[in-house]
């Protein structure tokens, strides 16, 4: 019974499959459709297939026009303020520039003469010409008689004097140092004579300028209301420029 079981549906679906030709070929069914069969058992999932191969690179494409240039972009708002930089250190001094001219030359002048006296002056010792006449710099003193550099330079020094009733013999001192000396002997004249002198002499400042007579009977230095006896200097030229003085 196992067997014929199967056996009757191999029959059947032969039959089926015959009558399904015919009705292909004539186009008539005989036959009524007969019930849907059994749904068959899926199928096995096939077998991953190979990777197709990768395709060409495409050709590279024309360059493309340039496009317009944009409109300029609005300024960025100010970064903070940074912070205040220490000092630097200090630099080196720059070098000495050139000496200039001075704006108002350096002066120096004075004139003095002795008030009247009958007695002469002691000898070896500076001649006081304590009336002064001029000295708007300051640099003679008419209590010592003495002119006392403060501007290096060349000066002329003058003096007159009035010889009466004795011979004269004088001296322009430099620093207690003779520079020029004079002499007018007397000759009983009945009235004064004169006798006048005067020496350029290089001075730095604080060197000091007078006048003296020397030893013996030649200090007749005379002065009155009616004649005088003058000791005058002034600067020349200064040595300003080679001078600490003006440095």
């Known amino acids: 019974m196992e067997m014929e079981h199967p056996l009757y549906l191999f029959l059947f679906f032969l039959t089926l499959a015959e009558d399904s030709i015919q009705i292909e070929d004539n186009k008539i069914p ?53 912070e205040q930089g220490s000092p630097g250190t200090n630099g080196f001094p720059g070098e000495k520039g050139a000496q200039g001219e001075c704006a108002v030359a350096p002066r120096s002048a004075f004139s003095a003469k002795r008030s009247e006296s009958r007695s002469p002056p002691l000898p070896d010792q500076p001649i006081v010409f304590d009336v002064v006449l001029i000295n708007e710099q300051g640099h003679y003193d008419g209590n010592t008689g003495k002119f006392l550099c403060e501007i290096p330079g060349l000066y002329y020094f003058a003096v007159h004097a009035t010889v009466y009733r004795m011979s004269l013999q004088f001296d322009i001192m430099k620093n207690g140092k003779s520079v020029a000396s004079f002499f007018q002997f007397y000759g009983n004249w009945p009235k004064p004579t004169s006798l006048s002198g005067g020496a350029l002499v290089r001075l730095e400042p604080e060197d000091e300028v007078w006048v003296q007579v020397g030893v013996g009977d030649y200090t007749g230095f005379y002065s009155s209301v009616k004649t005088d006896s003058t000791f005058t200097g002034f600067l020349v030229y200064s040595y300003w420029q080679n001078s600490p003085v003006f440095a």
């Open 30 to 82: 005989s036959l009524c459709a007969g019930q849907p069969g059994i749904p068959g058992t899926p199928g096995l999932h096939g077998t991953q297939g190979l990777s197709g191969r990768d395709g060409r690179d495409g050709r590279d494409g024309a360059t493309g026009m340039p496009g317009e240039k944009g409109d300029p972009g609005q300024p960025g708002p100010s970064g903070p303020r940074g």
